[in-house]
């Protein structure tokens, strides 16, 4: 009887850890501004319907924030309404590389990237739309994770932020003049 009772339990056990294991399929849904709720909550219908418990979701700056002080989060609000209403997970994907259009022309219509903030000001107003994002969002049923930035990656670069930091590793390795030059053969 233990022997029954110990296989049942290890075939249970095991088939548990394999239905975690297996992936959840979805679909990306990607809103632009001036989509309708009904359009919106159509998708997440379709999602359900089809039997895809998640939806990747960009969560774009330019299209919240519309000047220094303004917020509107209608778009995004009604993606989380729709998911919570059709139980599926969002994965949520910030889009911090960049600011809203009001700061530079560049920024219009400007959707993805890999860079990231080159000068301290633009990481200080990234910083504030990553606090804005995540506050508003973080409590949702809906929400399973963030992802902090799409296909990350850029070639290296002398901007502010990368040399001050490399100087301060510079510091904080060598301590002194005379240890860099020795290590790295230079003077």
Do not use: C
């Amino acid at each position: 009887m233990k022997k029954v009772l110990l296989l049942l339990t290890l075939l249970a056990a095991s088939s548990l850890s394999i239905a975690q294991s297996v992936p959840k399929i979805g679909a990306q849904i990607w809103i632009e501004s001036g989509q309708t709720s009904e359009q919106i909550d159509g998708w997440f219908s379709i999602l359900s319907e089809q039997k895809l418990p998640v939806a990747r979701k960009f969560v774009m700056w330019n299209f919240i924030q519309k000047d220094l002080d303004t917020w509107d989060y209608t778009l995004y609000d009604q993606v989380f309404r729709s998911a919570e209403n059709y139980d599926i997970k969002i994965q949520a994907t910030l889009t911090a590389h960049h600011g809203p259009a009001f700061v530079a022309k560049d920024n219009w219509y400007r959707e993805q990237g890999g860079s990231i903030p080159s000068t301290f000001s633009e990481l200080e107003a990234s910083k504030r739309y990553i606090q804005n994002i995540v506050t508003r969002y973080r409590s949702s049923p809906a929400l399973e994770n963030w992802w902090l930035m799409n296909e990350p990656g850029q070639n290296p670069v002398a901007d502010e932020i990368a040399m001050k930091r490399f100087r301060d590793w510079l510091m904080e390795k060598y301590a002194r003049i005379e240890r860099l030059n020795e290590a790295w053969r230079s003077a």
